[in-house]
């Protein structure tokens, strides 16, 4: 029997200061589970959201237990028009830019100035979409199968009447999630299944997850090793103008035995230009010992890796090589591979879409047609975002212990993030987390600065 919620009592002057459950989780699945008993719905790339309200206070919790209302001020705006007196809420939030749902965008409101996170709540509105109802009023209803909290989902949202508050829509047919995995280009994260019977189950990986396999033929333009000399990543590139080739992301999960023929392979293409494009970062004000220094190759090496998503005209995370490909000319590697995320005029749309309950009792969806519209690059909004003060190192803080902080606490930022992707790469380690704090991110820094030698 699952516990009463806190978020039930009836303080609604507090501030909450505790998210109240832990977020349940998917396990990642080759196919989608089928019928019966089954329902599915888009897998959103954005930031997973908790969002609770006591009367007056309302917070945002992120999928780690941080809050993350004070970034997204609108979102609690938007929340505070929902009638309901006490409410926990699943979702995810996403900022609509241009033509597109941009992730870079997101990120960006993770910014310690308040001013700024206000100037970019009015520019770039963020949206939350809703997929689950875990309690209302005097209801807890964790316990309740999904069918139930998804009926209360739809009552809650059919009030609103609002476009920055989203339904996410579901199905119970296997094939109509199949269609918006092709519909949306490969632009969808994937496709989430639950039981229509299934409770909510707070940090166990309960739901099944089937995630979309992007795949990208790109030239490699050159490569790092680690301290030991040997490969560590390769680097990979593509056309973007023509003519230049740019950085768009790297891959170095290798086995040990596989770096020995990675460096006989490499070797036999050195001494070309590299990147001619954008081209692996250089010193920065907080790294300033940091030379972008990596072995240029000849355009001729063409590898087929797989990655997941796509920020700023760059692979967001590490990719995996999936094969060479020495058929495929280097020329023919350009930019107009990669998948956008979904647009939100396609999400507006998707979130019209109602759930109903059938003579059966399983939930079932009226679907109205999933268009699939051409997407558009956005190679100019990382820089039209860029704040210089995100390029500073966090060691205004040296004198004391990173856990000690002022800020400690808060989100690490874009400039950290990019720099412990490039030590874990040189390094050889696995990625960093999306969700570690400023504290945890510099203590990971320093690690792998002294694992590099660079202390």
């Not at 995810?92 to 100035?113: C, D, K, T």
């Not at 399983?362 to 190679?379: H, K, Q, V, W």
């Not at 040296?398 to 993030?417: F, L, R």
Request: proline share 7%; charged share 30%; glycine share 8%.
């Amino acid at each position: 029997m699952i516990e009463r919620s806190t978020y039930l009592q009836r303080d609604t002057v507090r501030p909450l200061v505790k998210p109240p459950v832990v977020p349940m989780e998917a396990l990642l699945v080759g196919d989608l589970p089928q019928p019966p008993g089954w329902c599915y719905e888009p897998k959103w790339d954005g930031f997973r959201a908790l969002i609770e309200r006591k009367g007056e206070s309302i917070e945002i919790w992120s999928k780690s237990g941080k809050p993350l209302g004070r970034y997204f001020p609108e979102v609690v705006d938007a929340i505070s028009t929902i009638r309901n007196e006490r409410l926990l809420l699943d979702g995810e939030l996403v900022v609509p830019m241009g033509n597109h749902l941009s992730f870079a965008a997101l990120q960006a409101r993770l910014h310690p100035a308040a001013s700024r996170i206000a100037r970019l709540s009015r520019e770039t509105p963020a949206q939350v979409i809703l997929f689950d109802c875990l309690g209302k009023d005097d209801e807890d209803m964790r316990a309740a199968p999904f069918s139930e909290r998804r009926a209360a989902l739809e009552a809650l949202h059919s009030n609103l009447g609002r476009s920055d508050v989203i339904l996410s829509p579901l199905t119970t047919i296997p094939g109509e999630a199949q269609r918006w995995l092709a519909a949306s280009g490969g632009a969808l994260d994937g496709v989430i299944a639950k039981q229509s019977d299934l409770p909510y189950l707070p940090g166990q990986r309960a739901m099944r997850k089937v995630k979309q396999r992007r795949t990208a033929d790109c030239v490699v333009g050159g490569y790092r090793k680690d301290a030991k000399g040997r490969v560590a990543s390769l680097l990979l590139g593509l056309y973007v103008v023509q003519g230049r080739l740019d950085l768009v992301g790297f891959t170095s999960a290798f086995r040990a035995t596989e770096r020995v023929a990675l460096a006989t392979k490499v070797k036999a293409h050195e001494g070309g230009p590299g990147f001619t494009g954008r081209a692996p970062g250089g010193p920065s004000r907080w790294n300033p010992d940091k030379s972008g220094h990596y072995v240029a190759l000849k355009h001729e090496l063409v590898a087929e890796v797989v990655y997941d998503q796509v920020t700023s005209g760059r692979f967001r995370h590490g990719t995996k090589l999936l094969r060479w490909r020495p058929d495929k000319a280097p020329c023919q590697c350009t930019g107009d591979q990669l998948i956008r995320e979904v647009k939100p005029a396609e999400l507006i749309e998707l979130g019209r879409r109602r759930l109903t309950i059938n003579g059966s009792g399983e939930p079932s969806l009226r679907a109205s047609r999933f268009r699939n519209e051409e997407r558009t690059r956005d190679e100019h909004m990382a820089e039209e975002l860029r704040n210089p003060k995100l390029d500073e190192h966090p060691r205004s803080n040296t004198e004391k212990d990173p856990a000690d902080w002022v800020s400690g606490d808060d989100p690490m930022t874009g400039a950290q993030a990019s720099y412990l992707t490039t030590l874990c790469e040189e390094a050889g380690e696995d990625l960093p987390p999306r969700d570690l704090t400023k504290a945890e991110a510099s203590q990971r820094i320093d690690a792998l600065r002294a694992k590099l030698g660079r202390d």
